[in-house]
Every structure is written in C-alpha cells, then in structure tokens.
C-alpha cells in the first residue's frame, strides 16, 4: 500500500490542467452498454474506479481498453447481466449498469452496495422508479434482480434528488416505450453531460440541468462520441489548495460555471479568482477569514467540496460552521484534522471550526476519497511532515495528484507502507 508524505508550508504556485470528471465518466462509461456497436469517450480521468468500472463492463461482455484519455468500448455483443459483490463492494457506482442492463437484456442482477464510510446510502429510489417503469425487483441473497420484457415510459418524483438514481432512471427511460418524467430530478453538471453523451446516441432528453427531465423513449441508439467534462471538485480541491497555502494558481481546463457555490464561499474568505482564457487564476491570501456553509444538491454548495473547506477553515481566523445535509457521516476527517491540531466540535451533523494560527504535520489515515483530499490540502500548509496512509481512496478520484502537487512547488513524495 502506498503513502503520500508531505512537508508542508510552502505557497502553491503554478498552472495546473484539470482531469475528465469521474462521476460524468462512470455513468457515460455505464450508459454504452445501451447501444451495440465502438464507442468512444474522451477526456476520461486514469483513476482506479474508471478501471473498476471498465473491469465491470469487460466482465458483461463489452470490449474495454484506456489508450491516454481515450476509452474505447465495444458493446456489440452483452451477454452476461451481473455486476458481482467484489466489484460493486469496491465501487458504489457500478449500480449504475442497472438501468441499462434492464433496458438492454431485460434483465440485471447487481449486488446491494450496502454501507459506506459516509453513509447507508440506499438504492430505494432507483428501484422505486424501475418498478414504476413496469420492472419486476426482487432482491435475493444481497442481490437485486430487476427483470422487464419491454420498460414503459412513467412519471417518478424522487424524495431526494438523487444523482445516480436520476442517471439511472434516465439511461432507463432513453429506450422505453413512451415518455417518463423525472421530477425532483438532481441537477448536477455530472446528470447534464450524461444527457448530452445519450442525445449524441440519438436519445431524445429535455431538462438535464433542471428539476423535471422529460425523456422519450427511442426503438435504438448509436454508439455515442463524447468528451467528459472537467472535474469540478478535482478543481474545487485546487482552489482549496491555492487558499490555504496563500499561492497563486491557474488551473486549466476547468469550468468554473460549474463551481458558482464554492467560488461564492471561497471569495468571502478573501481569495481572489480572475478569469483566464479556459480557466481561472486563483490566489490565497495572507490568512484566510472563517466562512460557514451547509452542503446542498446542485446548484448549492457540494458535499463533495464539505471536507476541503473544512481543512482551510482549520487555519482560518475566526470561527465556521460547517453543516453536512446530504450523507449523515461524512465528518470522518475531522479526527485526523485534530490530529494535526485543528480545534473543531461536531454536534449532530454539524461541524464548528475554531481556527487555529498553525497546524502541525502528523501521520494520518485516509478513510474516504473527499476525506482524504481534505488532509492533503491540510497537510500542505502544516508546520512539518505529514505522512497519509491508506492512499488508495485518494486514488480512485485524483489523478496523478502528487505529480499535479510537485508541478506547483509541493514538497509531496509517494512511499511504500
Ligand atoms: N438516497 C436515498 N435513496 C436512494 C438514493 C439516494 O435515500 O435511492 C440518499 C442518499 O443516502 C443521500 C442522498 O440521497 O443521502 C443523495 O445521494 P445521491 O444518490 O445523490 O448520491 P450518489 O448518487 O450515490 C453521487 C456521487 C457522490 C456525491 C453524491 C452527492 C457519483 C458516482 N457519486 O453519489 O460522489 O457525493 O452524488 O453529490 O456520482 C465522490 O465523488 O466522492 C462521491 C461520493
């Protein structure tokens, strides 16, 4: 297992080039299942998920292969229809070849995710809009069995909008007899470009983006040509970084439409953004000032974003409130965030952040992806070395970060444990 150390203090300088998005590329990765024929996609990030994801369609019968940033899959030919434990137990969102599955063979059996480090996070509402969809689902020694000759067009509200329910139900509906209405629909950019990669297939979607996504079912899709998105919070992340280690960084390649929230907070916290052609220029300064927020579904501010404030407001001055609505445990950094001498109380799901004038490096363990890009960002502005075990969650959705890290003057090597 791999370790990054880190001796931090120094200011981050430099440009760096933002990856394809993982959450777009898993589910455009998942929705080629529903068309026979070579597709291409661009822009795909070399993380460990996209390869689970890839291991997952190989397994179904697909052709897969990652030449640079180019994902090929063949999906003439799909015969098996089931996503094993030992995949989905590693990544949740191989969930995400159900609805395809079902469309495409008529019949799915995926595992139950089950658990996770920052939440139970279920799959009800993805089953509920199946059923209404006119798929049988029956769930059998931690597998759910969806089966349907022909899904038809229906009318789901989600409770919750969920990101991928709303791209399952979506890929679902794309092939369905009739129309299907997604109401209370997430509207992540991550729901929007997988819409676009389906319409490049010939499916007919409106409102990818808004509440209520109409989708009319067509009889076939062609293989889709598409290019992902630029990661939001891979480049979220780098504005954190540029913040608390008061630099100076370009980052490129990003769309920083798709980071209203965060661009919003970070301002207040005395950061400055200018805009640079396909990009931002982003500076920290001296000390940051503490700023509160409460994490939202898109447009508000991201869950995925909530650990990498709070590591910057840990060496702000003031105090933050930090409140986690969307996953009931997504505080596990703050342990080893007071490790490195951070004052912070939580009470609920709610996170109060005293600042403290320094942070001092630690060994440190990383328990899940956000989690553990917080105590990176922690790591580079703390007196000291800091060493952060348990590095493949970070992996699985930063690409080549200690590169990116050392291109901007980082002081960041990657051990064995
Ligand atoms: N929920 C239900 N029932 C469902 C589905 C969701 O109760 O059937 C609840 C969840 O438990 C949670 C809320 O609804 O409380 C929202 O969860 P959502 O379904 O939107 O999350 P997700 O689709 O499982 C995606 C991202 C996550 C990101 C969340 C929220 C992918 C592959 N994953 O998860 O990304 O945090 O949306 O924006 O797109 C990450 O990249 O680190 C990550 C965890």
Do not use: W
């Amino acid at each position: 297992m791999d370790k990054l150390v880190i001796r931090g203090g120094k200011r981050l300088k430099g440009s760096v080039t933002v990856s394809g998005s993982k959450n777009a590329a898993l589910p455009i990765m998942a929705a080629t299942l529903l068309a026979p024929g070579e597709h291409i996609l661009r822009n795909v990030p070399h993380l460990r998920d996209v390869s689970t994801m890839g291991r997952l369609i190989a397994n179904l019968g697909a052709g897969f292969l990652l030449e640079k940033k180019k994902a090929i899959l063949d999906c003439s030919e799909i015969k098996h229809y089931e996503a094993p434990y030992d995949l989905v137990s590693t990544m949740r969102a191989s969930v995400l070849v159900l609805g395809p599955l079902v469309s495409r063979l008529g019949k799915a059996k995926v595992s139950l995710p089950g658990g996770c480090a920052i939440g139970a996070r279920p799959i009800n509402l993805h089953l509920m809009g199946l059923e209404k969809m006119g798929a049988t689902i029956t769930l059998d020694s931690g597998y759910v069995i969806a089966k349907a000759k022909k899904l038809k067009g229906a009318s789901i509200y989600f409770d919750i909008p969920t990101v991928t329910g709303t791209e399952n139900i979506m890929m679902a509906a794309v092939l369905a007899e009739g129309r299907t209405l997604i109401e209370n629909a997430a509207r992540e950019p991550e729901v929007v470009d997988l819409a676009n990669a389906l319409i490049s297939m010939g499916a007919k979607i409106k409102g990818a983006g808004e509440s209520v996504i109409e989708v009319d079912g067509v009889k076939k899709l062609k293989p889709l040509r598409h290019a992902v998105i630029p990661d939001r919070i891979e480049t979220g992340t780098f504005m954190a970084i540029a913040g608390i280690t008061g630099g100076d960084i370009t980052i490129k390649n990003c769309r920083v439409e798709h980071l209203d929230a965060v661009v919003n907070k970070l301002k207040d916290t005395g950061m400055e953004f200018r805009q640079v052609p396909r990009g931002v220029r982003v500076i920290g300064p001296e000390r940051l000032k503490a700023v509160s927020t409460t994490t939202m579904p898109y447009p508000g501010f991201p869950t995925d974003m909530q650990a990498q404030l709070m590591a910057m407001m840990c060496r702000a001055e003031g105090a933050s409130v930090i409140s986690e609505k969307i996953f009931e445990n997504r505080f596990m950094h703050v342990a080893e965030l007071k490790r490195m001498g951070a004052d912070i109380t939580i009470e609920g799901g709610i996170a109060t952040i005293k600042g403290v004038k320094k942070l001092t490096g630690a060994p440190l363990m990383a328990t899940d992806l956000r989690a553990s890009a917080s105590l990176i960002v922690a790591a580079l502005a703390a007196e000291g070395e800091t060493s952060v075990k348990r590095i493949y969650h970070l992996d699985r959705g930063y690409e080549r970060i200690e590169e990116k890290l050392k291109s901007l003057g980082a002081d960041i090597t990657r051990e064995k444990e």
